[in-house]
């Protein structure tokens, strides 16, 4: 489990940046994404780089993926979001506080994850009145 913070210019390329990871990284979150003060999030990725940032963000969010952290960065770096992804290890000094913030935090708004939510062993037969899958964009044709 691996805690992901992203920052940017604005709300679109935030939920850009979380679809691109979702959809072309193959990264499955866990959480929704949280709200995240911006000035934090900067000092915050100021001290993981140890150096100064070129430029500030107006908004970052936070969530966790179910994959672990070495294979989260390997899968951000093949892709290229439009804002900047950090991936927070828990060795970091500041992992416990972005956690703790993240317990309270509201929710950020305008996000929906586009993957299907499975029970197990999906099966497809049209007259089945069972369905395992509880994401309704799939399957329409029972309706």
């Known amino acids: 489990m ?7 210019e604005n709300n679109s390329k935030l939920l850009n940046a979380i679809a691109d990871m979702e959809r072309h990284g ?7 994404p949280k709200v995240v003060d911006a000035s934090f999030a900067d000092s915050l990725v100021e001290n993981i780089l140890n150096s100064k940032l ?12 179910k994959e672990d952290t070495t294979l989260s960065i390997m899968q ?3 892709i290229h979001p439009p804002a900047h992804v950090v991936v927070v290890s828990n060795e970091y000094d500041d ?14 708004s305008g ?7 499975n029970d197990g062993i999906i099966d497809y ?19």
Request: glycine share 2%; hydrophobic share 40%; aromatic share 8%.
């Open 2 to 8: 691996a805690l992901i913070l992203v920052r940017g």
């Open 26 to 32: 193959n990264l499955n979150l866990i959480t929704k």
């Open 54 to 65: 070129r430029t500030k963000s107006n908004v970052a969010t936070a969530f966790f993926v």
């Open 76 to 78: 951000i770096k093949k």
């Open 95 to 108: 992992y416990a506080e972005l956690e703790k913030i993240l317990s309270t935090a509201k929710e950020f």
């Open 111 to 117: 996000y929906h994850s586009h993957k299907a939510v």
């Open 125 to 143: 037969k049209i007259n089945k009145k069972d369905r395992h899958i509880k994401n309704d964009k799939l399957n329409s044709y029972n309706k």
